[in-house]
């Protein structure tokens, strides 16, 4: 099966920019999550999607952080304004349903420099 | 949500030898698990525990879950430099998610 997509695989912008990730999950894959990790650390949740209804979004910085998941399937994720602290890669991944009894399948990331 | 804390924070061990990284937490875990990521590369699934006392081995490495459920362990028998990488245990938080310890890097030397 195909593995989950995420573009771009770099993004370098400078401060005050705004950028946007896409991911498309894993096929048949209900729950959509996005990570922010930064060097070092383990992955941070952003946001999860059930469907296209957000579960979860308690660490998401909404002041400068979007995301939607229209149709279900794919999402994006969006910084405006960008600030340096937000350099980090992000993750995308997906599971079959919800629940923290399943396993994430992760996509390769965005790497996110910040100038 | 639930925290855990992850020991050591690096290992640094010589082919052949073993390793083993623990992950901690205040509270009992409905479950955990464990992921594997290379350097430059994603999170890779492992394993889930879910038993009290549960111990699964894949290959050379077994992990296992505490009596108490408040702790766990993975272990690496003799280990190779394909092992390299960072490995995380991951818990569930308070709603439908994970939350991810600091993981352990491990690197191995020829």
């Known amino acids: 099966e195909a593995g989950v997509a995420q573009s771009p695989r770099y993004k370098i912008i400078e401060k005050r920019q705004s950028v946007a990730f896409w991911c498309n999950p894993i096929s048949g894959h209900a729950t959509l999550y996005w990570y922010q990790q930064i060097l070092g650390q383990g992955p941070k949740l952003l946001i999860q999607?059930?469907?296209?209804?957000?579960?979860?979004d308690s660490q998401l910085p909404k002041d400068r952080f979007s995301a939607e998941r229209l149709k279900g399937v794919d999402s994006t994720l969006k910084i405006q304004p960008a600030k340096l602290e937000d350099s980090a890669v992000y993750l995308c991944?997906?599971?079959?349903?919800?629940?923290?009894?399943?396993?994430?399948?992760f996509g390769d990331g965005t790497r996110l420099s910040i100038l | 949500g639930q925290q855990v804390m992850q020991i050591p924070q690096y290992q640094h061990v010589q082919e052949g030898e073993d390793f083993t990284t623990y992950c901690n937490s205040s509270t009992t875990l409905s479950n955990i698990q464990w992921y594997k990521q290379r350097p430059g590369g994603h999170p890779v699934f492992l394993i889930q525990?879910?038993?009290?006392?549960e111990v699964k081995k894949q290959k050379r490495l077994t992990f296992q879950f505490g009596e108490a459920k408040k702790n766990s362990s993975l272990h690496i028998t003799a280990t190779q430099t394909t092992d390299v990488g960072t490995y995380f245990c991951a818990v569930p938080n308070s709603g439908y998610a994970l939350n991810f310890g600091k993981g352990t890097s491990l690197l191995v030397t020829p």
């Open positions: 525990l879910v038993k009290s006392g």
């Open positions: 999607f059930q469907n296209n209804g957000v579960v979860d």
């Open positions: 991944a997906s599971s079959l349903t919800d629940g923290t009894n399943q396993p994430q399948h």
